[in-house]
């Protein structure tokens, strides 16, 4: 069984900036890509930025220039970097991570979602 699990959604004023941490946790061999994704009501999930654990990176075109993925291979962890958010950027964001688990099959994980808004 592998855990997902987000940290740092909340409440900031246009212009500002968050970090949100996603942690994986369980029966982890080795976690091919982690992401972020969001969905704000009446939309479908997008998603919003990927790496892989080779470090290569994706972005939504509507985040480059703003949002910094990075993750910590040995600590099965991820976060973003949100600058200049805007109030289209509210959403809750997700946190999926793609595992090699130690039963050697590749699963999908995600966690339970953090509410970020942006508004004044």
């Known amino acids: 069984q592998v855990q997902v699990v987000e940290s740092g959604g909340g409440l900031v004023q246009p212009g500002g900036s968050l970090r949100l941490s996603c942690a994986a946790s369980g029966s982890i061999l080795s976690i091919i890509t982690m992401g972020w994704y969001r969905q704000a009501p009446g939309n479908q999930r997008e998603l919003v930025a990927s790496?892989?654990?080779?470090?290569?990176?994706n972005y939504a075109d509507s985040v480059k220039g703003r949002f910094a993925i990075s993750r910590d291979n040995a600590k099965n962890s991820m976060t973003l970097e949100m600058n200049s958010l805007k109030p289209e950027d509210t959403a809750v964001y997700y946190c999926?991570?793609?595992?090699?688990?130690?039963?050697?099959?590749?699963?999908?994980?995600w966690g339970q979602g953090t509410q970020v808004t942006v508004s004044s």
């Open positions: 790496i892989t654990n080779g470090g290569s990176t």
């Open positions: 999926n991570a793609v595992v090699f688990t130690t039963g050697e099959a590749i699963r999908d994980y």
